[in-house]
């Protein structure tokens, strides 16, 4: 019998400590935790501050050892290659030995960096576990970036090896990643002592002398590598995300805090036991990828679909029921911009109709708040099954607020994020820090400590994770978003209250898109913005105002602005559209006003901020808007 959400709430509410140390008996410890919590430690404190394990043994070896061997681990579904593989428990373990043994071989040690830059293949898993099998801390770049992106982050996390991919596959294109990764490495103050390349047929790429070698020739010659055992409040990994600024943060994980929430989230969230199949369609270069596309499927020791292709064009709209029916998927967990991409090609969902579903059970969202309409329509889609909208963010590393399926669902409410997850006091907080009303709108915060599972601190910054989350409402994280709690306790994320937007579930820094658009010879200033858009929720557009004397044709100014941003910061910007505009609201001590500037785009009313110096200006920049 469940006990319900508020049972379950109330239970860690009681005794937090407790609840936790039940919650860590579903790891493999080498040396159990005796403490559980350390307020003293780092910027909030630490989990299982004395507690020793390794994630690997964790995900693997003790599944082989258990008997698991011959279960399917990976189900690799490629459409953009024509290929499919499967690896059981047994075969993952072997060629993951192997790698650690390799990069071991070539001096990798406990705590050394290692930067995966690698499409949806199954050696970026193995790639991935090895580094934890090592202690190694991977750091995992996704294809989408640029040279220049990916530069920033070898020279930020120092990685002593990058493994990369020769190319990743677009539908219709191939993404040769070689060359970018050489760009990159041309553009990075440090070198790593070596890189492992997956030739891939499409695009094999070259190797270059002394630094580069096959990976899959290196996995095949290595002996096997036994786990390394690691503090639970080591590093497992490193992943940027775009914060305010250009300068991407380097949001640190650890490794007990981290498997104990993974572990737990299974069957409390997501109603999985082990044997299960799902599939997390997103990708290893994100937050979603690395939780439940690799390590909680195989930590609970369910079987975890890798699928290289797209819900649309990949050949149809229908690609992810067919996925869903061919490895009986139990549960599915997408972003809702992926949902409109099917819903606009196949609105009554004939292409579902071909597919046996009789194995899924729940569709679960995130990246964005899934708007009304599509949550809806996937409801009436999947004849009932609940559609679970759950809040996240790359810094918790698991959801925040969601359904809780293994304590027995509550009715959702179509546009909320649900309610908290065990761990997490949410709060929407005024602008004095306290709390706001029932239903009304403030700036979401979560009551510290943050639970197991979320990022400890940022890489070597404790001061930018401080400044970043923590100094604006003391006591409390701030996640950065503004919404509210409505008298039931469901959460409803409604926007970012920084600059920051989402394209297509993916989190963009307008501020770097800014400092790309800043360096064109016709730009004086700018500003960027993301406006509506019904696919992928918002898109960037940027507002540059010239310098003094330019005069360039303005669709060519704007192809030459495109062109720079995909070089600079990669495709997955989706940025196509700048427009000149004559000048920037600003106040009168020459800030730019971006709050209007959002409302102004998102089409919301808004008062005049009285500082600004002229109020016509956001006229002729709503004229721009309209037109766009
Ligand atoms: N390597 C290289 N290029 C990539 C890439 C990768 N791994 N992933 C995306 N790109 C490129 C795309 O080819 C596209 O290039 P284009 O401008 O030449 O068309 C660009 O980056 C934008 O990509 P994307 O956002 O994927 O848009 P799309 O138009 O190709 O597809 C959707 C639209 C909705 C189908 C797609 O955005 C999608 O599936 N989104 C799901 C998002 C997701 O999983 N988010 C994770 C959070 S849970
Ligand atoms: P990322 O760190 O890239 O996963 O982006 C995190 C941000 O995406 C959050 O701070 C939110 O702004 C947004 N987000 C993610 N999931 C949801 C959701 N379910 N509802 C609303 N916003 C979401």
């Not at 992943?239 to 650890?254: A, C, E, M, N, Q």
């Amino acid at each position: 019998m469940s006990k319900g959400h508020a049972a379950v709430h109330a239970e860690w509410q009681r005794d937090p400590e407790r609840y936790w140390a039940r919650a860590a008996g579903a790891i493999d410890w080498s040396s159990p935790p005796a403490r559980i919590f350390d307020p003293d430690q780092g910027p909030y404190g630490r989990w299982f501050p004395d507690a020793r394990l390794n994630l690997c043994h964790n995900a693997l070896d003790r599944h082989v050892a258990a008997g698991r061997g011959d279960q399917v681990a990976l189900y690799w579904d490629s459409p953009v290659s024509g290929q499919k593989a499967r690896l059981t428990y047994a075969e993952l373990l072997d060629r993951t030995a192997r790698l650690a043994g390799a990069l071991n071989a070539r001096g990798v040690r406990k705590g050394d960096r290692v930067v995966i830059y690698m499409p949806m293949v199954p050696e970026a898993l193995v790639a991935m576990l090895a580094c934890a099998r090592l202690g190694a801390v991977h750091s995992v770049v996704f294809g989408g970036f640029a040279a220049a992106e990916l530069a920033a982050r070898i020279a930020d996390a120092t990685p002593k090896a990058v493994i990369a991919a020769s190319c990743g596959l677009e539908p219709g294109r191939v993404v040769p990643y070689k060359p970018l990764l050489d760009a990159a490495l041309g553009l990075s103050p440090h070198q790593p002592d070596f890189c492992l390349i997956l030739r891939r047929e499409a695009s094999p790429g070259a190797l270059v002398d002394g630094r580069d070698e096959d990976l899959l020739e290196a996995i095949e010659a290595a002996a096997p590598h036994p786990c390394v055992d690691v503090a639970a409040t080591d590093p497992l990994y490193i992943l940027y995300t775009s914060g305010t600024t250009g300068k991407p943060k380097g949001i640190l994980r650890d490794t007990g805090g981290y498997a104990v929430a993974l572990a737990h989230s299974m069957p409390l969230l997501y109603g999985l036991a082990p044997g299960d199949t799902c599939w997390t369609a997103s990708d290893v270069g994100w937050v979603v990828g690395h939780s439940y596309i690799v390590y909680a499927p195989l930590l609970a020791g369910c079987s975890s679909v890798v699928y290289e292709g797209k819900p649309v064009g990949t050949p149809d709209a229908g690609a992810f029921w067919r996925v869903c029916a061919e490895y009986g998927v139990k549960t599915l967990f997408t972003a809702p911009t992926a949902l409109r991409a099917i819903k606009k090609e196949d609105p009554e969902g004939r292409l579902l109709a071909q597919h046996d579903l009789s194995k899924l059970q729940a569709l679960f969202l995130a990246g964005e708040r899934c708007d009304a309409d599509t949550a809806l329509w996937a409801e009436r889609l999947l004849d009932g099954r609940p559609v679970i909208d759950h809040w996240w963010q790359t810094e918790t590393g698991w959801c925040i607020t969601g359904n809780f399926r293994g304590a027995g669902l509550f009715p959702m409410r179509p546009g909320s994020g649900g309610k908290p997850a065990p761990g997490y006091d949410v709060q929407a907080l005024g602008d004095d820090g306290k709390p706001v009303a029932a239903g009304e709108t403030g700036s979401l915060a979560i009551r510290l400590p943050l639970p197991p599972g979320c990022a400890p601190s940022l890489f070597r910054a404790d001061d930018r994770f401080r400044q970043a989350y923590l100094e604006a409402f003391p006591g409390y994280y701030n996640t950065g978003d503004a919404g509210m709690i409505d008298a039931e306790g469901y959460v409803w994320v409604m926007s970012r209250t920084d600059d920051i937007i989402n394209t297509a579930g993916h989190r963009l820094s307008t501020g770097a898109l800014e400092e790309v658009l800043a360096s064109h010879k016709d730009v004086a200033e700018c500003a960027v913005i993301g406006i509506r858009d019904a696919l992928k929720g918002q898109v960037p557009m940027g507002l540059v105002v010239l310098k003094s004397g330019s005069q360039p044709d303005p669709a060519q100014l704007e192809a030459e602005l495109v062109a720079l941003v995909r070089d600079r910061i990669g495709p997955v910007a989706a940025f196509k559209r700048a427009s000149i505009v004559q000048r920037l609201p600003k106040t009168r001590s020459g800030k730019i006003l971006r709050a209007t500037l959002r409302k102004l785009a998102d089409g919301e009313s808004y008062t005049v901020p009285p500082t600004i110096d002229d109020p016509l200006i956001l006229e002729e920049i709503g004229d721009v808007l309209a037109k766009a």
